[in-house]
């Protein structure tokens, strides 16, 4: 859930709207990416990174 509301507010602070939380999915598997499950949900070959507050 933290990449898809990171890609949400990305989306909107960009001017675009963003995709559902099911079509984000969809569209990082189409894309390549594996989905793995445990207690949570996660991509492999995808991270965050922190860059608010740096210019």
Do not use: C, Q
């Not at 969809?26 to 499950?37: N, S, V």
């Amino acid at each position: 859930m933290v990449l898809y509301e990171a890609y949400r507010a990305f989306s909107i602070n960009s001017g675009a709207e963003p995709l559902s939380h099911k079509s984000f999915t969809l569209r990082l598997m189409r894309l390549g990416y594996k989905r793995h499950t445990s207690n949570l949900v996660w991509f492999v070959g995808i991270r965050l990174i922190d860059v608010g507050g740096k210019s």
